[in-house]
């Protein structure tokens, strides 16, 4: 991942391979007809953008993981419109990558499945609010700058309101979790304390 910093991401995404190929390659096939920066030549793939996303938070580096889920994001392109040309409420298939003279211009809206895999990403991996066998697992990994977050999640027919707090401003790391004024350790909540309606409270440390 730290190679993929270096190499690949970009202000407007991760592009999908660097150097791009610039002569057909018979076995490599089509990707080397494409040109450099386009589609999938070295191309921004949102799609593809969201596992690092995933992978960053898994290794507990939020700013990482928030900076890169920004760079694709349309919502956050408002004040390049002129660059982006596209709409700024749906994601792209793929942004132009940085060794095209088009840089940062995004193609094809509503050609991709960018939208459910952010949604992953953002809600699973930077939240951290994962569905699992034994329970719920709340497992933050956020910006060093948050004060924390509150989120309701439905969870096997239960509510659950949730505020993560971050008083010592650092990415990862359930220090308390109290649910329904029970202190827990870790960061799952086992199915034996849940009620139909539940208050959880976190603290990162």
């Known amino acids: 991942m730290d ?29 080397t007809d494409f040109p450099p920066g386009l589609k999938e030549n070295a191309a921004i793939f949102c799609h593809t953008n969201t596992w690092a996303v995933v992978a960053e938070g898994i290794l507990g580096r939020g700013d990482r993981a928030f900076e890169y889920y920004r760079s694709f994001l349309p919502a956050a392109k408002n004040k390049i419109a002129d660059v982006y040309t596209m709409e700024p409420y749906v994601y792209s298939q793929f942004i132009t990558g940085k060794e095209h003279d088009k840089f940062g211009r ?12 952010s949604f992953v990403a953002v809600t699973q991996y930077i939240l951290g609010l994962r569905a699992d066998y034994d329970g719920l697992i709340i497992d933050p990994t956020i910006p060093q700058e948050w004060e924390g977050f509150e989120i309701t999640r439905e969870y096997r027919g239960k509510s659950f309101k949730i505020k993560v707090s971050n008083p010592h401003r650092v990415c990862h790391g359930v220090a308390n979790m109290i649910v329904n004024g029970k202190t827990v350790t870790g960061n799952l909540i ?16």
């Open 3 to 31: 190679s993929l910093k270096q190499l690949l991401a970009t202000e407007h995404g991760i592009v999908k391979n660097y150097p791009a190929y610039r002569e057909h390659i018979l076995e490599v096939g089509a990707i």
């Open 106 to 117: 995004a193609r094809n809206s509503w050609l991709t499945g960018t939208a459910a895999w």
């Open 190 to 205: 086992p199915l034996d304390l849940m009620n139909e309606e539940n208050l959880v409270e976190v603290i990162l440390e």
